[in-house]
């Protein structure tokens, strides 16, 4: 009963910005990791970054440095902020988290993907 709503995917030019977002509603009782991933067409899927329930983050290199990753804990949200997009970037973008619901069970649940098209 926990679902991920992704959002702010879409087409943006080459050198632009774009920030997703990945909220989390459900019996929530804490969230350890926020990671997200992408697969572009024809591709395998890939970790993109990924942050822990200390702020700890880890990226890939293909966007370390254009890349941030963040989360607000009060709004159980995911966040990633996109700048300096290159045609290669251009890929499903799935958001997922680590949780733990109040039975205290760990959970992994998937964000249904939103699209990011770099073109120009």
């Known amino acids: 009963q926990v679902h991920l709503v992704e959002s702010g995917g879409g087409l943006v030019q080459p050198g632009g910005s774009l920030r997703l977002s990945c909220p989390a509603s459900g019996n929530i009782f804490n969230i350890n990791d926020m990671d997200w991933y992408r697969q572009a067409p024809g591709k395998e899927r890939e970790l993109v970054a990924t942050i822990a329930n200390n702020g700890s983050t880890n990226y890939a290199d293909s966007t370390k440095g254009r890349f941030t990753i963040s989360r607000d804990n009060a709004k159980n949200t995911a966040y990633l902020q996109m700048n300096s997009l290159a045609p290669e970037d251009t890929a499903v973008y799935y958001c997922?988290?680590?949780?733990?619901?109040?039975?205290?069970?760990?959970?992994?649940?998937w964000g249904q993907g939103t699209l990011v098209t770099v073109s120009g």
């Open positions: 997922k988290f680590i949780l733990r619901t109040f039975d205290f069970l760990y959970r992994e649940i």
